[in-house]
């Protein structure tokens, strides 16, 4: 049995193709960048349209939403991402999901969460006694 450094030790370091060396083999950098690029960018929009949308519902909505008992504004935050997320396997199974439609499906749901958010915290705090409430809100 080789011995664990040697086992577990330093790996050679792989080295970038170069330039020329790319276009004799026909790989290409660039394509590659590129397709990096691509996935930053998707994945940066993906988590803009998880948190930004529910900033603006939570600025936006507290005109008509700020009068709502609790339960009732946990339970439209629920539903609208419980359908909404929902939509999105059901999406890939048919074979229609695109990335801009993931995005949009994400935005969609997270209007109302921030707003969901504090019906959760606003429930807890009314059915439980003053004395208990800091526990209970460590645990939600």
Excluded at 34 to 55: F, Q
Excluded at 56 to 77: F, H, I, T, V, Y
Excluded at 111 to 126: E, I, K, N
Aim: aromatic fraction near 4%; charged fraction near 15%; include cysteine.
């Amino acid at each position: 049995m080789p011995h664990p450094r040697k086992r577990y030790g330093p790996r050679p370091v792989r080295r970038p193709v170069p330039p020329r060396r790319a276009a004799r083999t026909g790989r290409s950098s660039a394509s590659a960048g590129e397709a990096v690029g691509d996935r930053g960018l998707l994945l940066g929009a993906a988590l803009a349209a998880y948190g930004l949308p529910g900033a603006l519902g939570a600025l936006l909505c507290g005109r008509w939403l700020r009068g709502l008992p609790p339960a009732r504004l946990l339970a439209a935050d629920s539903r609208i991402r419980a359908v909404l997320l929902g939509c999105a396997p059901l999406a890939w199974a048919a074979g229609v999901l695109h990335p801009v439609l993931y995005v949009v499906l994400l935005a969609g749901s997270s209007v109302l969460h921030a707003w969901g958010s504090a019906g959760r915290y606003a429930l807890v705090a009314q059915m439980l006694p003053p004395d208990q409430r800091l526990a209970a809100n460590a645990l939600v």
